[in-house]
């Protein structure tokens, strides 16, 4: 599940989180980034979570269900309108 676009955000949070580190365990900081981001990615990896782009492609569908189920709505309208004038 983890991929390109997931990589920055997830090398950004491990870098913040070793940031936090006390001083006197900064020596130790590359392997603490290193842990940090593998908790992280095996963390997500476990939650039923989707990618960015997954997300778009379902927003875009949703927007364009909509817009098809006005249509027909207001064509049902309309059909409803004409048979009522005959």
Not at 27 to 45: A, P
Request: aromatic share 2%; net charge negative; no cysteine.
């Amino acid at each position: 599940m983890t991929n390109q676009s997931e990589r920055p955000t997830l090398d950004r949070l491990a870098k913040q989180l070793a940031d936090a580190v006390p001083g006197n365990l900064k020596s130790i900081g590359e392997d603490v980034e290193r842990n940090f981001k593998s908790i992280t990615q095996s963390t997500l990896s476990k939650m039923d979570l989707v990618t960015r782009e997954e997300f778009d492609i379902q927003t875009a569908v949703l927007a364009r269900t909509r817009e098809k189920l006005e249509l027909l709505e207001t064509r049902l309208a309309e059909l409803e309108d004409s048979q009522q004038i005959d």
